[in-house]
């Protein structure tokens, strides 16, 4: 019975080859193709490829026709090809079906905001749709535009299954290398000859000609971070609110930018790098020919990102949006994108940094190890600092940051956006790190349409980013952090890539002991992002937000540290040791210590902005003049050997 089974498979398979290899076509440049001219009923029951498209059209040939050789390993029981060394599937085509790029088209969210968009400029609403479907249904778009067709709107794309196939096998496959990294924002160049680029050299090409009528080429362009870059820098036409373009510009993201300004680009660190799971391992590539022999090294197509949230919302409605995934593909890429962001994207420190009699500073230290700004992409998403100190009893001393009961962050300004911090002193202040857009009146907006200019962006840049690289003029610093001496510089030099955050906590008359815990959310949609969108109505709107509120909008904890100080270590004799007068004060102020030299006085204002720093040469008294304008501040005094103490003064 066992030898039956065995000669039964190698006959099957040799006759589905066999068919497959005396397929015989004529394929023309422009024109539509009959979607079942490589495939037979035959092969599309066996190979269970119909939940995927099998169209074609001018340019593209959808992904269910890549199935056959590059889909699930075990419908060739006796190949293995697609599977590692333990026997794991990493076919190409079923890595992609849950991920983010496999569903653009069909996302909800990005529906609902090119409605949005659409509404807010009615006299422009298809060429807005036309310029969305470029990156997020490059098969039916770019399709259109080489058949001269102009307009390319969300109604084109609900009807055609290639657009609807997101961005797909031959999305990526069949660009060509032409203007790299000068063009962006969906403007890419396509092979008209129906050639498929891989990074393999010499690949085997009759089974894809035969089948498909594609021929694979080797193209290592497509593995560049050139490649990402032709839809993942963003620069679009500001519209006023009349209804008119302007001349004004906006960067609605620069990944590939934030990458270039960048250690990361400097040693050819590519995007795929850290995307595409890298398999250092020889993997056949197909089960056709069976002689085929293994290459290295192999991506897998997870293209790991951020957005757990959306996953997770896409899993919960895969029969409402038609999508072509399963639950457990679903949670093999949500669990791929957490592990991104829990384990390979921050790193966080915590400390005491000084204390004294009725308060203490910590010392919260952030590090990206991404690529590009962190958070980065898509303006809605944002990483916020949750910092807590309780007794050792249980109670509640300092809450910055957290949520209230319906997902909002705590302290973000209802109409506003939460500036950055380097010092902060009081629970109502948070630290989120975001890109905030601003329209031509300066007012926070999310109507990409209206942005006009950034308004905030203290994301968290890469390793060796710079003020003075070509490309910062993309990329810049917005806002407070600009000026924030521990935002990317270290010993005074910038591309640090960390920031680091001091926290004011009064401890009053706690004397045995505080616990400091610190998380990092990252939130992909949050929730004061959707306001100006869940004002409209419309299908696309509604139906996005009924799943919004369905699925549970939860944060993902990128790091936590915790951190123990006990109080009884405090000096008595240095929490006493220097004196402030006059205080309240018309601006002088005489400083005396009593025990240690005064190397270094910090002052701040109550918003946590150093205003001034005063060096002096290790003195025990001094004075000095505070700047306008009248209020309290907070003065850091550093002595020489390495202690410190704060202190705060009035000045009226």
Not at 148 to 160: A, N, P, R
Not at 300 to 308: A, K, R, S, T
Not at 514 to 539: C, G, S, T
């Amino acid at each position: 019975m066992k030898s039956f089974s065995k000669k039964f498979v190698i006959v099957r398979i040799g006759i589905i080859f066999l068919a497959i290899v005396l397929l015989s076509f004529t394929f023309e440049n422009k024109g539509r193709i009959n979607s079942f001219q490589y495939h037979n009923s035959l092969e599309i029951l066996y190979f269970d490829i119909q939940d995927l498209p099998l169209d074609t059209n001018s340019l593209f040939s959808a992904s269910g026709n890549c199935v056959l050789c590059h889909g699930d390993p075990d419908q060739f029981p006796s190949s293995t090809a697609n599977l590692d060394e333990f026997g794991n599937d990493v076919s190409p085509v079923n890595a992609w079906r849950a991920t983010m790029m496999a569903n653009a088209a069909k996302d909800p969210f990005w529906r609902a905001k090119v409605k949005h968009e659409a509404m807010e400029n009615p006299g422009l609403s298809e060429e807005i749709e036309t310029l969305c479907t470029a990156c997020h249904a490059p098969n039916g778009h770019f399709d259109a535009m080489y058949n001269g067709i102009d307009l390319y709107t969300m109604s084109d794309l609900l009807s055609d299954p290639m657009g609807l196939d997101g961005v797909s096998c031959n999305s990526c496959h069949m660009i060509e290398d032409i203007d790299f990294g000068i063009t962006f924002s969906g403007d890419i160049s396509y092979n008209e000859n129906h050639v498929e680029y891989g990074p393999f050299s010499n690949p085997f090409q009759n089974p894809m000609v035969n089948n498909i009528g594609f021929t694979p080429e080797y193209g290592s362009h497509i593995s560049s971070s050139e490649a990402c870059g032709k839809c993942h820098s963003l620069i679009t036409e500001t519209i006023s609110e009349s209804g008119e373009i302007t001349e004004n510009t906006f960067i609605e993201q620069a990944i590939y930018h934030e990458w270039l300004n960048s250690n990361y680009s400097v040693e050819e660190v590519r995007c795929i790098d850290c995307h595409m799971t890298n398999l250092d391992e020889e993997i056949k590539v197909s089960p056709m020919p069976q002689w085929l022999g293994p290459r290295t090294p192999f991506s897998i197509h997870d293209l790991v990102g951020g957005n757990v949230f959306m996953l997770n919302l896409l899993k919960e409605n895969i029969d409402e949006l038609d999508l072509n995934a399963s639950e457990d593909q679903f949670d093999a890429a949500i669990a791929e994108t957490n592990s991104m962001l829990q384990e390979r994207a921050l790193n966080l420190e915590i400390g005491l940094f000084s204390i004294d009699n009725d308060s203490m500073e910590i010392e919260v230290i952030l590090e990206n190890k991404s690529g590009h700004k962190l958070p980065s992409g898509y303006p809605s998403r944002q990483m916020m600092i949750e910092f807590l100190v309780q007794s050792t009893s249980g109670d509640t001393l300092f809450h910055s940051g957290g949520f209230n009961d319906v997902g909002r962050i705590n302290g973000e300004e209802d109409n506003d956006f939460e500036p950055h911090y380097d010092h902060i002193f009081n629970e109502n202040e948070v630290q989120i790190y975001e890109y905030a857009m601003g329209n031509e009146q300066g007012e926070l907006t999310t109507i990409l349409s209206r942005a006009y200019s950034g308004i905030k962006d203290n994301r968290i840049p890469p390793l060796g980013f710079t003020t003075g690289h070509l490309a910062y003029d993309t990329v810049q610093i917005i806002g407070n952090a600009f000026n924030d001496p521990n935002f990317n510089i270290s010993d005074g030099e910038e591309g640090s890539a960390k920031d680091h955050i001091y926290y004011h906590v009064p401890i009053g008359a706690i004397n045995d002991g505080v616990i400091v815990n610190v998380k990092v959310h990252y939130v992909a949609v949050p929730r004061k992002w959707l306001d100006q969108l869940f004002e409209n109505e419309a299908a696309e709107i509604d139906s996005f937000e009924i799943m919004y509120n369905q699925v549970a909008i939860e944060s993902v904890i990128m790091n936590e540290e915790s951190l123990f100080v006990s109080l009884n270590s405090i000096d008595e004799q240095l929490k006493n040791s220097v004196i402030l007068y006059p205080n309240p004060s018309n601006g002088e102020i005489n400083i005396i210590s009593e025990r240690e030299n005064i190397r270094l006085i910090h002052l701040y204002d109550v918003s946590g902005r150093e205003v001034r720093s005063y060096s002096l040469p290790d003195t025990k008294n001094t004075h000095i003049v505070l700047p306008p304008p009248n209020g309290k501040y907070i003065l850091k005094i550093e002595f020489s050997n390495g202690t410190s103490i704060i202190k705060s003064i009035v000045k009226i």
